[in-house]
Each structure stands twice: as C-alpha cells, then as structure tokens.
T-cell receptor, first 113, second 117 residues
Framework: GENVEQHPSTLSVQEGDSAVIKCTYSDSASNYFPWYKQELGKGPQLIID?????GEKKDQRIAVTLNKTAKHFSLHITETQPEDSAVYFC????????????FGSGTQLTVLP | GAVVSQHPSWVICKSGTSVKIECRSL??????MFWYRQFPKQSLMLMATSNEGSKATYEQGVEKDKFLINHASLTLSTLTVTSAHPEDSSFYIC?????????????FGPGTRLTVT
C-alpha cells in the first residue's frame, strides 16, 4: 500500500541552529502534504502544509519544500528555540484515500539550550 | 480558526464499563471526522472515518461493535468504547476535515487519555 517514510527518528540541535526533517512518499498522484507538531500529551497541531502545485512555502521560521519528481518533501526550521522541541509528523493524502492522511513515523526534535 | 475540541481530556474507568468521548469542531463545519488511537512514542493509527449522517468506515482490525461512532451533525462526532478492558487504555484523538481550495485540511483535537483499571 501507499506509505510515507520519515527521517530521522530523532534529531538534536543546539538552540539557534537549523533543523531539517525529510519525508518520502509513494503515490505520485498525492497533492497535499501537511506537517504536524505534537507536544507531549497533546493532539497534533498543523504548522504548515504544501500543495503539489507549489515547490516551497515559508511561514516565519518554518518552511516546507516539495520535490514532486523525487517524491519527497522536507520541513526546515531555522533559528530553533527550546519551545520547538516536540514530535513532528509529516503526512500525505493519497489519491483514492477518502481524504485520509497517511502519516510518517515521526521525528522527536530536541532543541538544546 | 479551525479549532477542534475533545471531551473529556482524560478519563479513568473500570473494566467492563463504557466510555463516551466527544469531538466538536468549534468554528467550522466538518465534512468528515476521523478517530485515531496513539500508543506511546508511536505514530497515529487511524481507527475510523466518519461522515455526518452515515455509518462510520472502520479500518481493518478495529472492532466496530466495540468502538461505536456516532456523527449526528457537522460539528459533533462521538466515540464510545464499550465494555472497556485494560488493553483499551490509550490516547484517543479525533480530527475534523474541512475543504479549502479543493484540499481537505485536517485539524486535530487535544486528545483524550483513557485509562481502564
């Protein structure tokens, strides 16, 4: 079946450095790729998303890039802060999936002060 | 905008009893609602997809008679865990989907921690 692979599973960075999380997907017809941030004991929060007709999207310190040919997309966080520490999930909606999201396995980001 | 609430945020119940969890979209009408289960340090596992006024579609391996889903309106869906057992203890999260520019964005509730003793 269709799947989303996410790397790395854990990532530690120093405060102020950048963090990059990468995901690959299997369905070339996918057209929507959201990223969620989940803090401990809370539900996932949509932080940024990108549609297949766009190659890059930025919102302050967060950016997402999409390479449709290679079928991968990445989350970039610049000037990281301790409050960025959380689990980040990438996701995709596959064609014929009834609007269901398929999630990556998650990345535990730790920003060290 | 796009706020989803869940109630209760946590619940402890005795084995054999039933528990109802409510999911509401507060500032939008949701075309579809989803129920997930999440184990510690794992990704979200989709349990079922629910559309207003119709029966929920359950994922393979999810017992529909145990996890009853009711979607009575475009802003409310409920999940009832019937005859709960300790193995049902988990973090349950709902999400609500809204169509924007041809894409169905999904917004999640804060989750409900269920502990069955």
């Amino acid at each position: 079946g269709e799947n989303v692979e996410q790397h790395p599973s854990t990532l530690s960075v120093q405060e102020g450095d950048s963090a990059v999380i990468k995901c690959t997907y299997s369905d070339s017809a996918s057209n929507y790729f959201p990223w969620y941030k989940q803090e401990l004991g809370k539900g996932p929060q949509l932080i940024i998303d990108i549609r297949s007709n766009v190659g890059e999207k930025k919102d302050q310190r967060i950016a997402v890039t999409l390479n449709k040919t290679a079928k991968h997309f990445s989350l970039h966080i610049t000037e990281t802060q301790p409050e960025d520490s959380a689990v980040y999930f990438c996701a995709a909606i596959f064609s014929g999936s009834a609007r269901q999201l398929t999630f990556g396995s998650g990345t535990q980001l730790t920003v060290l002060p | 905008g796009a706020v989803v609430s869940q109630h209760p945020s946590w619940v402890i119940c005795k084995s054999g009893t039933s528990v109802k969890i409510e999911c509401r979209s507060l500032d939008f009408q949701a075309t579809t609602m989803f129920w997930y289960r999440q184990f510690p340090k794992q990704s979200l596992m989709l349990m079922a997809t629910s559309n207003e006024g119709s029966k929920a579609t359950y994922e393979q391996g999810v017992e529909k008679d145990k996890f009853l889903i009711n979607h009575a309106s475009l802003t409310l869906s409920t999940l009832t865990v019937t005859s709960a057992h300790p193995e049902d203890s988990s973090f349950y999260i709902c999400s609500a989907s809204v169509g924007r520019e041809g894409i169905h964005e999904q917004y999640f509730g804060p989750g409900t921690r269920l502990t069955v003793t």
